[in-house]
């Protein structure tokens, strides 16, 4: 009979043992859940800015090359702020060049991926040099434009040339 207490106090110290480490799982378990969520989100934001700083990578890489291609460093340069705006600059070309300003009106404005491009109608008398010294300069700028289209002509009094230039001027968008 003496056993009989020893068996029952052993299934009772089995069961409450049972009944703790039970009690101890869901404890830990409700406690490391959150954590377990917490990683999965943190491992899920590590994953979505490594794909992020690859993608950045690649425009930057991409800048350069387009940078490079229009020589300048950077494309900070091309949208520097003490740069002309861009009437100035096409009357600082006039005045380098020699040229007679007859007309210039701005013909439109549109928007390509970073790139803002202003479209002007331009008119100026001068001689042959003088227009074509005007076209090397806008080719060599320190502004990226370009001469879409050309026509020279004799002036009424034909004493000079009227160039007629459609010309495009491509600025960075402004970030704001």
């Given amino acids: 009979m003496r056993n009989a207490p020893t068996l029952s106090k052993l299934n009772l110290f089995i069961a409450a043992a049972a009944v703790l480490l ?3 799982l869901a404890i830990e378990g409700l406690m ?5 969520r917490e990683i999965e989100t943190l491992q899920a ?3 979505r800015l490594r794909a992020e700083i690859e993608r950045q990578r690649g425009i930057a ?4 090359t387009v940078a490079g291609l229009l020589g ?3 494309f900070d340069q091309l949208s520097a702020p003490n740069r002309d705006d861009p009437i ?6 006039l005045d380098d060049s020699g040229l007679m300003r007859l007309g210039l009106t701005t013909s439109g404005r549109e928007e390509a991926g970073s790139l803002q491009t202003t479209s002007y109608t331009l008119r100026a008398k001068g001689d ?3 227009l074509q010294n005007f076209v090397w300069r806008v080719e060599n700028g320190e502004r990226l434009v370009s001469v879409d289209a050309f026509r020279i002509a004799p002036t009424i009094d034909a004493q000079a040339l009227e160039g007629r230039f459609n010309l495009s001027i491509y600025d960075v968008k402004e970030e704001g």
């Fill in 22 to 24: 039970v009690v101890g």
């Fill in 32 to 36: 490391t859940k959150p954590h377990l």
């Fill in 45 to 47: 934001e590590r994953s």
């Fill in 61 to 64: 890489a991409e800048s350069r």
């Fill in 72 to 74: 300048v460093d950077s």
């Fill in 88 to 93: 100035a600059y096409i009357s600082r070309l």
């Fill in 128 to 130: 042959f040099r003088q």
